[in-house]
């Protein structure tokens, strides 16, 4: 991983980040907690640096998952954003405004994967012009994959 400064944030903005540093492994995270956490089939983070993570909009609130683990969202819009542990920080890929160099390199608590996980990828595609016309038009409050001055702009959604 490249020690050029990663930036990142929650959906809606209200939490962001800026990490200086070398990230760690980033992995995927079967076990039933990270599933709950991301609302999905596994987790993917990705090691921060220690002491390299500035939180520059707000910072997360924090939910105990176990005796010695919380996992890190914001407030505002619920985005699942850390995994804190006894050995360091741990952020979600999905987070970072780039996250192109980011795959995991390894899968943690692989016993605990849904049996069906390793065939999600060879469903059939979506190809319906129509549909995606359709979500061209939504109007979205979701952050930009980038710093910003200001968020939401001025004279927008509070």
Same mark, same amino acid.
């Given at each position: 991983?490249? /020690? ?65 683990? /919380? ?24 987070? +970072?405004? /780039?996250?192109? /160099? ?18 999600? +990828? ?18 979205? +409050? ?17």
């Amino acid at each position: 991983m490249s /020690d050029a400064v990663r930036t990142g944030g929650c959906q809606c903005g209200a939490v962001r980040f800026r990490i200086r540093g070398e990230l760690g492994r980033p992995s995927i995270c079967h076990c039933r907690m990270c599933q709950k956490q991301f609302g999905s089939f596994f987790s993917a983070l990705v090691t921060a640096p220690k002491d390299g993570v500035e939180w520059t909009r707000r910072e997360p609130s924090y939910f105990q998952s176990s005796v010695n683990i /919380d996992r890190g969202f914001c407030p505002k819009c619920g985005t699942p954003l850390t995994y804190r542990h006894p050995g360091g920080l741990e952020i979600a890929i999905g987070a +970072f405004d /780039d996250r192109s /160099d980011l795959a995991p390199r390894i899968q943690v608590n692989y016993h605990a994967r849904l049996p069906w996980v390793e065939t999600i +990828f060879e469903q059939p595609v979506l190809e319906d012009p129509d549909y995606y016309a359709r979500q061209e038009q939504i109007i979205s +409050f979701q952050h930009p994959d980038r710093e910003t001055d200001q968020w939401p702009p001025a004279g927008t959604w509070a």
